[in-house]
């Protein structure tokens, strides 16, 4: 979302002339601005990672020989001490436990920049170098007359140091609302000769709720862009944020996130590219998961998004923009559709037992079989099975409050939810198969949790305090056998 731009000239969608495209671009930094890479990269081990300053928002993965390269939206939440605006930064890792800390790969341009916010975007390798095309927003543009938002370009030798072509950047046309045309994703279409760009954009006509459309363009140099009919409009959601596109097979995948009706990540399918089915469970993960993109090896993908703080901390809170990296491998099932299971690389890293056992739990209104006291940073792993309405794993709790990872059996859903106060978490849910045994994989790291239930859905939640101390096996209506093991990172 930088827009440094001296004497550029002007920009504009093929067959399209965009009036007062580089209205909101003009600025006094050097058009070519190269940012240092840090002498000494810091490595980092967690979980959830977080910066040590503000929050990780929207991550925008790579991956090339063996490193995931995950650039990402870094909040300071510090105005006094930063200043307004978001970088993009930089981790690289290959195992999702360890983090090597590169820094900021994409500094934002001034308040009086288009760019004061570097927002989502994707990064390519073609014509001999890397490629970052971004969203420069700047909200103190609104009601100036000045777009809020404009897609621009930066390239690179090495995906680090990185270098701004102001002379790209573009608005949205007339067609299309000027304050959101954002989140570009770019993919080379080898059947058509032609490289493609996706948007997350809103058509001017419409009910307000439903002028989402994922909006598609091409190009055949990286530079001019031509816009086409968008790819997927279903008139559904208010906006199809931070759109991704992959094929697996027969199928390609269209995964987006909305914040009209549940504020989740979702995926339709296709294998044309024109007709879209939206699978009836098309949810990886619940409110606590957002913006998530991926990206693969070619042979496992994964899904990179952010579990997000609560305002004040407090489970009361609202929900906030940004938060800690959460992860979930992808994989296809064979009718097609997706699922969602732990990464094996990060399962691996929990290798002292701490406990196991088996144990059956009784209980008529609600009853939990204390297990013990967890520890900061665990994995537990349970399978839960008999005949019970609810059934699930308590923690930090007592008689009186706590939380809990719930299976539902009569509504198959899986649910975290604080008690006695459920509402507090009603929308943190997600529709489950029904299954005669359910499978749950847990990691937690502090106040941060990810439960995989069946290999089939994620659920991730953030409590107002750590998730250790006492714990137990929770069942209502009816009987369930556990078994589980508690793990925790080598020392």
Known sequence: MHSRLRGARKTRLAGLVLTGALLAASACAPAELVYPVPETPVTEQAVFYRPET????????????????????????????????????????????????????????????????VFTGSVIKAEGRYHIFYTGNNAAYVGTGKPKEAIMHAVSDDLVR?????????????????????????????????????????????AESSRGVTALLTSRDLSTWTLQEPLYAPGRYHTHECPDLFRMGDWWYLIFSEFSDRVCTRYVMSKDLKTWTAPAADMFDGRGFYAAKSAGDGEKRYLFGWIPTKTNDRDQGGWEWGGSLAVHELYQRPDGTLGVRAPAQREAAFTEEAASDTLTVRGTSGRTEEIGAMPHTYLLRCTLEGDFARAGFAVAHSAA?????????????????????????????????????????????????????????????RTEGALGGAAGFYVQGGEASVGYTLLQPAA
Not at 104 to 117: C, V, Y
Not at 167 to 183: G, I, K, L, N
Request: hydrophobic share 35%; with cysteine.
């Open 162 to 206: 990185w270098r701004k072509i102001p002379e790209d950047t573009f608005y949205a046309p007339p067609q299309y609302m000027s304050d959101d045309w954002r989140d570009p994703y770019v993919y080379y279409d080898e059947a058509e000769g032609v490289y493609k760009m996706l948007l997350a954009a809103r058509v001017t006509q419409g």
């Open 54 to 117: 503000g929050v990780l928002a929207d991550v925008i993965p790579y991956y090339e020989d063996g490193k995931y390269y995950l650039f990402y939206l870094h909040d300071y939440r510090d105005t006094a001490q930063y200043g307004t605006g978001v970088d993009w930064d930089l981790l690289v890792t290959e195992d999702f436990i360890s983090y090597e800390n590169k820094g900021t790969a994409i500094r934002r341009g001034s308040p009086s920049q288009q760019d004061n916010n």
């Open 401 to 461: 409050a706590g939380y809990r990872y719930v299976v539902d059996t009569q509504n198959n859903t899986f649910s975290f939810e604080n008690y006695p106060s459920a509402d507090l978490f009603g929308d943190v849910t997600v529709p489950i198969t029904p299954a005669q045994a359910y499978e749950i994989v847990l990691f937690v790291e502090g106040n941060v949790c990810t439960a995989y239930i069946n290999g089939e859905k994620a659920l991730s939640a």
